[in-house]
């Protein structure tokens, strides 16, 4: 007989990643890893806020802000600010979310001076010129009329409208064709010195600078917006509204779209570290995942099915989803229910446990392979109030994670699997 193979041992070194604090003259802070051999530089940073800083009576307005900081600025219009960026090569965006204002740089080491030119105009004096403002309206309105015929649109909205009402979370992040074609440019002007204040902002730059240069250029790039004040921490994570409900949304399309949601755990719960492994188990590995078996493999329902832990500022949540026929969306959301209750009975196996920490922990070099993921990584790192140093030990907090780690979390957050369930299709049965 052949010798098994032996299981290869974890490696749980952390990736090795050189990240310095930089400090500029005024007081911008920023996290830099140097690296010359690339002729690269890659910056990411996040205001505070995001699309949670929006009026109540003007959704979206963060989104078309993110959408119009690019459309000329300074003493350049819309045309003359795109064309240097593409004669430049330069890459620059921004990007409302739930929590954060995201902006983006990448340029050639040699179009610095360009590169960095254009972001400080577009952070510090953007124009919202009436063309722009009324082309960037259309596209915007535009994107969410289809959106109000996509089934995956409509449930993620009226999960999250459920899920959070009254708050900021229950808004649709890019606002609602009503809330957006309200919004001129005085308000728009009004709103950006709330986003783009520097009381939350984290920044990390990656790439061909080192770290008396970049202290100059923090100044000049962010020293002049406001200081802002930072926002109070939270108490209490924001209850989910409407556990063990199921909400329907009629249309008539051959498959509905399942989406739910239960509680989750904020990042620096002490058991948020085995939930992910929990999490891989039930639904976040693509291929072997207890949903993916159950729903798709053995039975057939569906082509794809997840589960995701997502914390946020303020709450913290378990969603996942699939989309099935209509005659089989009932059946579906049984099975995935049945599959929690499971985990929280039973418990997964040594094997299921151990497989998904090799996962976790053999795939997180992938997520630093190029400048803009470590740039990314690192910013994810900073928003939820991480250093660097997390870096080092992130993989060993996995290899620690045991099968009584994981049992214990299972019971806590699938012992009582009320969820709220949004739909949208017909589906057969399902309530």
């Not at 259309?138 to 089934?151: F, K």
């Not at 008396?212 to 109070?232: S, V, W």
């Not at 009975?345 to 053999?362: C, D, F, L, M, S």
Request: charged content about 25%.
């Amino acid at each position: 007989m052949n010798a098994p193979i032996p299981t290869p041992k974890l490696n749980t070194a952390g990736p090795a990643i050189d990240v310095k604090t930089v400090r500029s003259p005024g007081g911008v802070e920023a996290w830099l890893v140097e690296e010359h051999s690339l002729p690269l530089i890659a910056i990411d940073f996040a205001f505070d806020g995001g699309s949670s800083r929006d009026p109540a009576d003007a959704a979206g307005g963060a989104y078309l802000v993110s959408g119009l900081l690019d459309e000329g600025a300074g003493d350049l219009d819309a045309e003359a600010f795109q064309g240097r960026m593409a004669d430049h090569a330069i890459n620059l965006g921004f990007d409302a979310r739930r929590d954060d204002f995201h902006g983006y740089l990448q340029t050639l080491s040699s179009h610095r001076e360009t590169a960095f030119e254009l972001l400080g105009l577009a952070l510090n004096k953007p124009r919202f010129d009436p063309d722009a403002v009324a082309r960037v309206k259309a596209q915007v309105i535009a994107g969410l009329q289809r959106q109000a015929q996509n089934p995956e649109s409509l449930c993620r909205n009226a999960l999250y409208a459920a899920a959070f009402p009254g708050h900021a979370y229950g808004r649709p992040e890019k606002g609602d064709i009503d809330s957006v074609s309200r919004l001129e440019a005085p308000a728009l002007h009004a709103l950006t010195p709330t986003l783009l204040d520097r009381s939350g902002l984290r920044i990390v730059v990656v790439g061909d600078i080192g770290a008396d240069e970049l202290a100059g250029r923090l100044d000049a790039l962010f020293g002049a917006l406001p200081k802002g004040e930072p926002r109070p921490e939270i108490a209490q994570p924001l209850p989910i509204q409407g556990l063990g409900q199921t909400h329907v949304i009629d249309l008539d399309v051959p498959q509905t779209v399942l989406r739910f949601v239960g509680p989750g755990l904020m990042w620096h719960d002490p058991d948020f570290v085995p939930a992910s492994v929990l999490n891989h188990i039930l639904g976040g590995s693509a291929f072997t995942s207890r949903l993916f078996m159950e729903v798709r493999e053995k039975r057939g329902l569906a082509y794809g099915v997840s589960s995701s832990l997502l914390p946020l500022r303020e709450s913290a949540m378990l969603v996942g989803g699939t989309a099935t026929r209509n005659d089989r969306a009932a059946e579906s959301m049984t099975v995935i229910r049945e599959e929690m209750l499971k985990l929280a009975t039973e418990g997964p196996t040594e094997h299921e446990v151990e497989e998904a920490k090799r996962y976790i922990i053999g795939s997180y070099p992938l997520r630093f392979d190029t400048s803009p993921k470590i740039a990314g990584e690192l910013l994810n790192l900073a928003l939820r109030g991480d250093t660097p140093e997390f870096l080092a030990t992130r993989n060993e907090r996995f290899a620690a994670v045991t099968l009584a780690d994981v049992k214990r979390v299972a019971q806590r957050l699938f012992g009582h699997p009320d969820l709220l369930v949004q739909a949208v299709g017909r589906p057969v049965g399902l309530a």
